[in-house]
């Protein structure tokens, strides 16, 4: 499959992101969009992003552009240093996916570019290369920006007392997470640092990656374990017994830790957040964070003094107000970030004398599962999942067993939820031939049972 944009920026296979495909995207969204006369290039850790990297940086000069190389370092210390010079970014990264594959992430001076800019850059392939000098210019500096950011608004006692595992595998992130956990007064543990690309997908962790969290939670007498996609713009946490916290689970958390009163989020995050007291209103998008960050903007337009935060069902937090953390004020940051969601739930479970577990276990009880079935064709999962929208009967008979029928949610996909408050989410991927199949219930077993049965039933129905 040729390269192409999705949830996450564009992403393809290395062999097909050619130099020649990397600057016509490049140039592209140079001319489409605005760059504040200079442009912030940053990589992930895969084998093939130095590569690539040089490639927009050569194609960005040769536009005429001063550009800043900030080598390695997480996709939202990036932003942050771009936006911080009111200049556009890019973030060669495939976040993720397998090493085989790669992508690049494209910010404006303002923060992650929107469906429309997506639209725009697609528009502007094909143009003649350029023949300018920019300057190239040292952004080594970034990645200590991002990590004295948290430090400055926690303190050196947030977490004090704690023993904190960091799975670094091939995390962008692993040294700031060190850095940070040690700036905030605990004790940070390193685990399992990898020199090969490992595709640690924090939202589907396999049986055996979540069996080691357990144990070196049980070996070094941890108190959680913490860990980011590869790019970093997503948080992993566990609990001292190596329980994975839903990503989702942590922006409430999150969000309440700040003080935020309005709340954005997708369709498919837990719905406990709208259980929580904490929050004047909810706002759920359809899935990716343009929409979340469409949702901000609209909440900013009518209140620019609105305290309103966004997440991801994955966990990646945007902040759209000035907060205040335990020692100092912590500024907006419109991007998906995986250190505010980590170091939040952590810090206020210190204060409150309790476990991890502990604070999570306080929240109303609601709890989400999910998975997919693949090799799907994109239009028969959509094709299917209308037929269930437009005829209650064909709805019927597949969630037969599950019980009646609330009501429904078209937001992104088809959403129904049930009289017994389960909740039965289908949903085609937006970047690969999948069906996705989200469930919430008042168990994480229920959750899981929900998922289970009906991608049985997806699996023999098209597949059949």
């Not at 205040?324 to 912590?330: E, K, M, N, S």
């Not at 709805?395 to 609330?406: C, D, K, L, S």
Request: glycine share 10%; net charge negative.
């Amino acid at each position: 499959m040729a390269p192409k944009f999705g949830t996450s920026g564009l992403r393809g296979l290395v062999t097909e992101l050619t130099p020649d495909l990397v600057a016509d995207h490049t140039r592209a969204f140079l001319a489409a969009c605005p760059t504040g006369g200079g442009l912030f290039v940053g990589r992930d850790l895969r084998a093939s992003s130095p590569e690539i990297a040089e490639v927009v940086v050569a194609t960005a000069r040769a536009e005429g552009l001063d550009v800043t190389d900030c080598g390695v370092l997480p996709t939202p210390a990036l932003a942050l240093a771009a936006m911080r010079e009111g200049q556009a970014a890019v973030m060669v990264t495939g976040s993720h996916i397998p090493a085989d594959r790669n992508g690049l992430k494209f910010y404006l001076p303002t923060g992650e570019i929107a469906k429309s800019d997506e639209a725009a850059i697609l528009d502007h392939l094909g143009r003649p290369a350029g023949t300018g000098e920019g300057a190239l210019k040292d952004g080594s500096a970034a990645a200590a920006l991002y990590r004295d950011r948290y430090v400055s608004a926690y303190g050196g006692k947030a977490l004090s007392g704690l023993r904190v595992g960091v799975y670094q595998h091939s995390s962008v992130a692993r040294d700031v997470m060190v850095e940070v956990v040690e700036a905030l007064g605990g004790t940070a543990v390193p685990l399992a640092l990898s020199e090969t690309f490992i595709p640690v997908d924090t939202e589907a962790l396999d049986p055996e990656t979540r069996g080691m969290l357990g144990g070196w939670c049980e070996e070094h007498r941890l108190d959680a374990v913490i860990s980011t996609d590869g790019d970093a713009d997503r948080p992993m946490v566990a609990d001292a017994t190596g329980r994975v916290v839903p990503g989702d689970v942590l922006g409430a958390l999150t969000a309440r830790a700040l003080g935020a009163k309005l709340v954005c989020t997708p369709v498919s995050s837990n719905t406990l957040v709208r259980e929580m007291p904490d929050f004047d209103a909810v706002t759920q998008t359809r899935i990716g964070s343009p929409f979340v960050i469409a949702a901000m903007e609209e909440a900013l337009a009518a209140d620019t003094t609105a305290r309103v935060v966004g997440y991801e069902a994955n966990g990646g937090f945007l902040l759209g107000f000035e907060a205040r953390g335990p020692a100092g004020p912590l500024a907006p940051l419109m991007t998906r970030d995986c250190l505010l969601p980590i170091i939040a739930p952590l810090a206020a479970a210190n204060a409150a004398g309790q476990s991890l577990a502990d604070l999570v276990g306080a929240l109303p009880p609601r709890y989400t599962a999910a998975d997919r079935i693949q090799e799907v064709p994109t239009e028969a999962s959509k094709a299917f999942i209308a037929e269930l929208t437009g005829d209650p009967g064909a709805r019927a008979a597949f969630f037969e067993g599950t019980g009646p029928e609330a009501d429904t949610d078209l937001t992104d996909g088809l959403r129904v939820r049930f009289e017994s408050g389960d909740i039965v989410h289908l949903r085609p991927s937006g970047n690969a031939p999948e069906l996705r199949c989200y469930a919430e219930a008042a168990s994480f077993e229920a959750a899981e049972a929900l998922v289970e049965r009906h991608l049985d039933k997806l699996a023999a129905q098209l597949r059949g």
